[in-house]
């Protein structure tokens, strides 16, 4: 998984689309999440990062991050989808 | 250094929700770094806002209706230009484009005046209803389209197109149509202002981006600037919009401009679709209202076709800034009775 090159990410975590015009506000967790994916960081480092970082299960830690890419996906947020 | 002077003659003053681009270019026109510019406004309708904005637009002169003619037009603009020794005009609407290309030889001999317009084959074969003949000669698709000239052909669309369908009016206005009745009452609203024909678009679902743009008419792309709307009017006018990176939208301009060697500002109107294919929807034979974002994006194109009017030549733009966005708002003019009736009276301001 990964996500458009061209994608703007601030620290605020404004995220805008260069292509679409469509901008977007994602919390801490977002934001980091979208740095790793832009830095080209696996789907299972990702998930191991945020389990060493956040007190929260692993299942959880992947329902949430199955749940946010899909939501990049529907977004067209990603490579693939332009 | 001083700044050369210049004075140059702009229609569309009408500023308004379905704004002319006049105030736009006139803004532009004032960024300009190397001309002190003096604007005389060229108006049609004595409550245009841009005759009373006297921080923008220096002297104001009605001018006829198209419908006029050419000489009445002609004969208007050589009393103008004894005044006010015109040096361009940039004429900013469609309706008024044709005579304006038929006279820009006699402007240009008789009075001095350069313009810098499309020649009348480019202006004919972009016409909505030459469209789809214009997408297979320059390779650009466009949605199925044709002209009807009474009601009585409403009836066959259904077939033809299914509904939606998009109803347009030759120069201006477009309704999305979801029945024959509204196909019916858009057909009369539209031909009753703009006349006949109407044109019948297919509809085609996707985002509208839309890029303002200027050609060298030696086939150079000078610039553009692609947008999409972010906040669009109940008349479809974009409210405010966002400057938008996207190669294959200024592939098509290039394209297109090195197709047909398109000759001053234009604007096309696109549909991207879900599969991200591109659909032209319309050309716009001059600049659009919001060329004023690609001036603050970083290409000043009005700029460039005052230079390339007066025969200067002029580099490509090569880039603009990607997220510069526009936001418009409206604003009450206090203005004088008096400055209302001497408009209305003697026709200048």
């Keep these: 998984m990964s996500i458009k090159k061209n994608l703007a990410l601030s620290d605020t975590g404004f995220v805008f689309n260069p292509s679409t015009g469509d901008s977007y506000s994602v919390n801490p967790i977002g934001l980091e999440i979208l740095r790793m994916l832009k830095e080209n960081k696996k789907d299972e480092d990702i998930k191991k990062h945020l389990l060493a970082t956040y007190q929260a299960d692993f299942e959880t830690i992947e329902k949430d991050y199955y749940d946010f890419v899909k939501g990049l996906e529907q977004l067209k947020l990603t490579e693939n989808n332009g | ?349």
């Design chain 2, 1 to 349: 250094m001083a700044k050369k002077k210049l004075t140059v003659g702009v229609t569309g003053l009408n500023n308004i929700d379905s704004p002319g681009p006049g105030i736009p270019v006139i803004r532009a026109l004032k960024d300009m770094k190397d001309f002190d510019v003096r604007i005389i406004g060229l108006s049609y309708d004595s409550l245009e806002p841009g005759i009373y904005m006297h921080d923008l637009v220096d002297k104001t002169y009605q001018i006829p209706l198209p419908s006029a003619g050419q000489q009445s037009l002609l004969t208007r603009l050589d009393y103008i230009n004894s005044i006010e020794n015109l040096d361009i005009i940039i004429p900013n609407f469609d309706a008024e484009l044709f005579n304006f290309i038929k006279l820009q030889d006699a402007l240009k001999k008789k009075m001095n005046i350069h313009t810098f317009l499309p020649t009348l084959e480019q202006f004919e074969e972009r016409h909505k209803s030459n469209l789809p003949e214009f997408g297979v000669k320059y390779g650009i698709k466009v949605p199925k389209s044709k002209m009807i000239h009474s009601m009585a052909e409403i009836h066959s669309l259904a077939y033809e197109f299914g509904y939606p369908l998009v109803v347009k009016g030759k120069f201006y206005d477009a309704s999305i149509a979801y029945s024959p009745d509204q196909a019916m009452a858009y057909f009369n609203k539209i031909s009753g202002k703009w006349g006949l024909p109407i044109i019948i678009q297919q509809y085609t679902q996707g985002t509208e981006v839309n890029v303002t743009a200027i050609g060298d008419g030696k086939g150079n792309l000078i610039g553009a600037v692609p947008m999409r709307k972010t906040y669009i009017t109940d008349k479809g006018k974009a409210w405010a919009g966002v400057a938008l990176e996207d190669e294959e939208l200024m592939d098509i301009a290039k394209n297109l401009v090195k197709g047909n060697k398109w000759r001053g500002g234009f604007e096309l109107e696109m549909i991207r679709t879900e599969k991200n294919e591109y659909f032209l929807i319309e050309i716009n034979p001059r600049f659009p209202a919001w060329v004023y974002l690609a001036v603050g994006a970083g290409q000043n194109h009005p700029e460039a076709l005052v230079k390339m009017a007066l025969g200067e030549k002029v580099e490509p733009f090569k880039n603009y800034e990607v997220g510069k966005m526009f936001i418009r708002y409206s604003y009450d003019l206090i203005c004088d009775l008096k400055e209302f009736e001497t408009i209305t009276t003697l026709g200048e301001l």
